[in-house]
Structure formats: C-alpha cells, structure tokens
C-alpha cells in the first residue's frame, strides 16, 4: 500500500487511476480486443475517491455498470478489471461478467448489475448481514440519478431506514439517463429533500468540490459505525462520454458542449492535481501509468477460458 | 432417512415450521423474513410461534416492497447469511422476478464463481374459495426455466420439512412452491433433523399399465384417481417429481418405458410448461424403445376464475385424472367413475408412503 503525504495526494492517486485507465480503454476499444461493452466515468471518479477513502477492506461497496472507478477505489484489481474487459480466464470473474458485472468479493467489491437500480437492495442486504453479524462496518451504495426513479430505490431507503442500517446511499447525478435528461424525467429536481422525508440524513453537493464530499462523508460513517443508521448524498456531477462506448457525444444534440465546458473547466483531476507537491504528483503519475500498462500486457497475454468452461459455476 | 418410530402424523404446515425451527436451530445464520410471518396468523400457521423462539431480529416482516426485500434478502445472503424469504402466495413472485432472475439465479455464474446465493423463497398456491386469477398460479416453469435456480414442489408433510431443510443447507437460490390445500394434509414426519435429496423422483405407487406424473397437489390427486382405476383393473404407476429442477428425469424415463403410456398432471398451464418440458425429455429419450403414448393435463388455457361452478372446470381432478388415464391404458371410452368417490380425493387426508 502506497503511502501518500496528504489526503490530497491520496485523493489524487485514486482519480487519477480511474481516469488515466479509462482513457487508455477508450483508447484500446477501436481495436476490438475489449470484448465488452465500456460505460466510462470519465469525470465523474471523484465521488468514488471521496467516498471509498473512508472505507475498511471488510466494508462494502456497490456500483453500477458504469464501474470501474468504484471497483477499483475499493481495492479491486487493475490487472483482473483489465483481463475482465478482454474476456480473458484470469479476468475478476474468469470473462463471464465483462465490463458490467465488475466484482471483487475479497475486496468487499459487489457485484455489479447492468440492469438500473437493482444492486441497490443488494447493498441493503449486506448492510443487514453486517448488522446481524455485528460488525461495525459499513456499505456505500452508488447509482446514477436514474435509479432513483426505479421503485426500489425508495423501498430500500424506507428499509435501510426502518432498521437502522449502516449503509450510505451516494447517487451520482450526471442528469441523464442514458441520453434522456432530467426534466424529461422528473417533475421536480428535489431529490434530497425526498430521501430526507424517510427521515435520515440527506445531503447534496452542486459542485465537484472532492474535499467538501471527503470531509461530510468521513463524519457520516464515523456515525455510522456506532448505528446512526443510513444517510444519503447526492452529487451533482457531468459525464464526459457517451453512455456506452469510447467517445465523446456532444454532437449528438441532446445534451450542449456548454454545459460540458463548464464542468470540465472544474476537472477535479486537473485542479487537485495542480494542488499536489509537483514531485509527489509525478511519482503517482509515473506509477499509474507503469500499472496500467502492465494491466494491459497482463491482459493480453492472459488466455481465454476454454470452451467446456462455459459449464462452471452454474450452481454453488 | 430415520426410524419410524420417532416419526408421528404431523399436518404439512406444522412440518414447514418444524423445518424452519430445526435450520435455525442448527446455524444462526438462518433468519426469516416476509410480509406477516409474525403475525397472530403465521402464514396459515407455518411460521407461528418462530418469533417468539427466535426474536425479532430472525424473524421479522417486511414493508410491501417484494422487489427491494428480495434483492435485500440475496445481499445477505452473499454476505454470509441464510435468509428464508416467505411470500403467502406464488402471484407476489411476479414483483420480486427481477432480482430473482437478474440476480439471484446469476449471481454465482456471472461473478465467476466467487459469490453465493444460499437464499430459500417459501411460496404457496391457492386454491378454491374464490382465490381466482391472482391468489391461485402455478408459475414453477418461469423460475426452473431459468439455469441457477432450483425449484422444489413438496406434495406431502415429509418432503415439507425435509426440503425445507435441504433448501436452507443449499448454497443456490432455491424456490419451495407450496400448495394451500396441501397445508391440513398429514405424513409420517420425523421428530428430528433430516432432509429430502433435491434430483430424486419418488415413485409413490407402482404399476404396469401407465405412469402418471403429478406435481404439487396433483400427486394428492393423481394418486385418488389411481385407486378409482385399481378398481377397473388398471394399474398406474405415480411419480412425484419432488423436485421441479433439477429434474429426475432418469425415474420417469424407466417407469414410461415400463408402461409404455404417460399422463403428465401439472398444476399449471400447459404451453410452454413443465408437463412440456417431461414430454419433449421423453420424445428425445435414446432410451425408451417405443415410442410411448403421451398425455398433458393441467390448467385450462384461461384465467383462473372465481365462481365453483367455473373453477371446477378450470382444474384437472380426480375425476377427469382417471377417465384420461382410463382412456390412455386401456383406449376404451367405456367408464367414468361415480362423482361420490372422487370428491373424496379433496376431503381424505393424505398421509403418504412414509
């Protein structure tokens, strides 16, 4: 484990992982060789950082199909996420799960789900098993804000808040739904003040401030691990690329480049890194790109699983 | 399997229960939790009493959210516990069918091997007294169509308790489908621990003439409408599945290749169903020589309505069981059984080979 000078530093290293990974993906895709659909986060990776920062390697975290900054925040190989996307045996689940179903159980990583909101409830029931356990760890679940419009997005709120569960609900809200944007989806923006009538503690944040999240959320599962129960953020944010895919699509017409410039003038991997102790910075960075590479050589020479292993694995 | 003599009759609810109380007892890892398994009723008695002896931490209801509850019971399920999820009747599996099939079923394969899904769904059947179009479905077919899941269909107060038992030791989803009027009936149980293999048909009745395939109820209702053709002379041989998958098929394959006929009795609709299913493995069987003679019964092809005068007609009975088999055996059309003698098929209590 890499020991960094500041929380900035470590902030930074966690981003910029995310980030330069993603780009390199999105860089291999037009090859082919990733034999999966992406969903990038591009722009995004900061809320991950902020909050995965606080966790235990016996805590939980849950994401999306959209991923890889969540897997890899809480400990989640870079090598087995890359094989993973390449479809290769020594992927995190031995090219069964692709891009989408990213996990890693060992790292308190859930499984992934690419259908909307579903991995929400799973979350909750881990939080009740760490109750029933009593551990005094804990459970972030992330999701976009269309989840939110899924109805077990509100069951298991209602539930996590009945029985006082230890488990942070974190909606990224990039405000799109695949390519559908907020006001076509929602009669009223106020979905803080909602989760808050399940009566826990709900807060937004409008801007990417990564320090701001950092330090609300540290408080947050300190409580949480003395059974203050569930709590609840919502980070306004922006994603850079399409829904699914490589690139970016501000040509398409459903979303304006303004919007975007305006969040990208807000990179918080550009501002934190301009933070950062210029040799320190160059040292993660130099580190980053040395471990990606070599995820990306580990994946490439990595075999594909036989086919008679399709059979493995059906049943426990 | 136990001695007899620790067994005594024990009613098909009170073997559900003690099933329950006998996983928890063993592994504290086991809790239950569904829409009013803690109430003064106990889900027709089945989980009565649980919360008393186990507290409200193991035992307790749950919002009217099946969906998130389902996906909440197979979280903890992956984190370690043994969760027994109850729902009063099988039409409320339609909200939970995302987690079950997106999640539960696939959880194991799709994260490569390293997540388990140790989760056991009790769900019932209704039948009769106006429980119509959605109190009343057989929708076994849906779940074991899909691989990952394991479907299990108790017809008696035995396999009750002791699927119950082997479901909650089991480290797949597995989805216990009970039957409502199957829940006075009464078996020889036995007082201790034991479980009911899952993959093991159970031949109830032996015989040469032809074989009936029952599931659910339709076993209690197979097996009246075998002792109305051992009076004409015909002997039918009777399979419970015990288990919808995975399937014994190899006890049925032998039996129809004994008899030669097959009657098929699902508690279900037929299109695309599990009688479909046990038909289509015969006609593809390298192993029976001839081809047999097939029959399916089961729902009608409508909604289940309401009124006795209609319900009557929309279920396979005792009655319409043994003119069907009658006419499969002997290819005559020549007897129909007096109305008297099969209404006792629903009121005889069914006490089992055990």
Known sequence: MTEYSTVEARLYASIALVRRAEEVISEIYPSDKIKSPVHLAIGQEYIAAAVIDHLRGSDYASGTYRGHGVYLAKGGDLNSMMAELYGKKTGCAQGRAGSMHLVEAGKGVIGMSAVVGTGIPVAVGHALAIKQQRRNDVVVAFMGDGSTEEGCFSESINFAALHKLPILFVVENNRLAIHEPLHKRWAADTLTERVATYGIPATRFLEPDVLAIHEHVGKVIDDMRTEAGPAFIECHTHRWYEHVGPCEDYDQGYRSLEEGEQWRAKDVYVTLGQSLDEKEKAQIDQDIEASIQAAVEFAEQSPFPAAEELYNYVYA | ?354
């Open chain 2, 1 to 354: 399997m136990s001695t007899p003599n620790t067994s005594r009759l024990l009613k098909y609810f009170d073997a559900l229960r003690e099933g329950a109380e006998q996983a928890m007892d063993a592994d504290s890892s086991v809790f239950m939790m569904g829409l009013d398994i803690d109430d003064h009723k106990g889900i027709q008695g089945s989980t009565k009493g649980l919360v008393d002896k186990f507290g409200p931490e193991r035992v307790f209801t749950t919002p009217l959210s099946e969906d998130a509850m389902t996906g909440v019971a197979i979280g903890a399920a992956m984190a370690g516990q043994r969760p027994i999820h109850v729902h009063i009747r099988m039409d409320f599996l339609m909200l939970c069918m995302n987690q079950l099939v997106n999640i539960a079923a696939k959880s194991h394969y799709m994260y490569g091997g390293t997540v388990q899904v140790p989760l056991v769904i009790r769900t019932m059947i209704g039948k009769s007294w106006g429980q119509g179009a959605q109190h009343s479905q057989g929708l076994h077919s849906m779940f074991a169509h899909v691989p990952g899941m394991k479907v299990v269909a108790p017809s008696n107060a035995y396999d009750a308790k002791g699927l119950t038992m082997q479901a909650v030791r089991d480290n797949n989803p597995v989805l216990i489908m009970e039957h409502r009027l199957l829940y006075g009936t009464e078996a020889y149980v036995p007082e201790e621990p034991y479980t009911v293999e899952f993959g093991k048909a159970r031949v109830l009745r032996e015989g040469n003439d032809l074989t009936i395939v029952g599931v659910s109820n339709m076993v209690m209702e197979a097996m009246r409408a075998a002792e109305l053709l051992a009076e004409q002379g015909i002997e039918a041989e009777v399979i419970d599945p015990v288990t919808i998958s995975p399937l014994d098929f190899d006890t049925i394959e032998a039996s129809v290749n004994k008899t030669g006929k097959l009657l098929v009795v699902d508690n279900a609709w037929l299109n695309c169903g599990f009688s479909a299913e046990i038909v289509a493995r015969v006609a593809e069987s390298e192993n029976i020589s001839l081809k047999p003679a097939v029959k399916r019964m089961g729902f009608a092809p409508t909604t289940c309505p309401t009124t006795p005068s209609l319900e009557d007609a929309f279920y396979p009975n005792p009655k319409t069981i043994a003119i069907t088999a009658y006419q499969l055996a002997s290819g005559k059309q020549d007897w129909v059984p007096a109305d008297d003698q099969c209404q006792l098929a629903y009121q005889t209590q069914f006490k089992g080979p055990f």
